[in-house]
Structures are given as structure tokens and as C-alpha cells.
């Protein structure tokens, strides 16, 4: 898997860098088909009372590249967001990849668990 952190009007520091590898590692915890990981960390300094915080990541999986983004006042918590979101897609994109399109249908189900007299 390859890991790239990038830093947008931001350096990243050996403990931001640490910070986002463990929260993102849990990704491979659960799909090990991932390829590709680009983060994107920047900061918004258009108002100095609204600075943002923008952490962004794309990940190339088998068959999909997903892309997640969020933004907070604070960093740490902007990453936090991230992985939660990223988590839920990656976890949706495992469960599309599993199911294969296929869906019992309602009336199939009602009509097996009723069993004629």
C-alpha cells in the first residue's frame, strides 16, 4: 500500500504524520484490497477568526476510488471526521463488493416462511 500525506499552507510534523498513519490504518483492517492512500491536510487562512482546517484523503481500492473530505476548527478532529467517514465508505464498498447486486426479494421471503396447511 502506498501512503502519501501532503500539507496545503501547513508542515507535517513527525507526530501529525504518525497521528493520521494510526487512524488511517484502520481502513486495512477492514479491506485489505486498498492500493493507493493520498491525504491532503490544509489550512483555509482567508479570516483568521474562521480558520478551517481541510483534511481530504483519496484511496484507490479494487474496482473504486473513494473520496472523503472534512473540515473543523480543529486539525485533529478535522482527521477524526475523516476516518469515521472514510470507515463507513469503505465498509459500504466491501459489503457492494460481497453482495453482488444480489437482493432476496420481500414477497420471496413472506412467502417461504408461511407454510401451507
Known amino acids: 500500500m502506498n501512503f502519501k500525506i501532503r500539507g496545503h499552507h501547513l508542515d507535517i510534523t513527525p507526530p501529525l504524520h504518525q497521528y493520521v498513519v494510526d487512524k488511517l490504518s484502520r481502513v486495512v483492517r477492514h479491506f485489505d484490497q486498498v ?40 486539525l485533529y478532529a478535522a482527521i477524526d471526521e475523516l476516518t469515521d467517514k472514510l470507515d463507513r465508505s469503505v465498509v459500504r464498498h466491501k459489503d457492494r463488493l460481497q453482495n453482488h447486486g444480489r437482493v432476496i426479494p420481500k414477497h420471496s421471503v413472506a412467502l417461504t416462511a408461511e407454510a401451507p396447511e
Not at 481530504?56 to 479494487?62: G, L, S
Request: proline residues 0%; without cysteine; glycine residues 2%.
Open 35 to 74: 492500493i493507493d492512500v493520498t491525504v491532503l491536510l490544509s489550512v483555509d487562512n482567508q479570516k483568521e477568526k474562521d480558520r478551517r482546517q481541510y483534511a481530504e484523503v483519496n484511496v484507490r481500492v479494487k474496482g473504486k476510488d473513494i473520496f472523503v473530505q472534512a473540515h473543523h476548527q480543529d
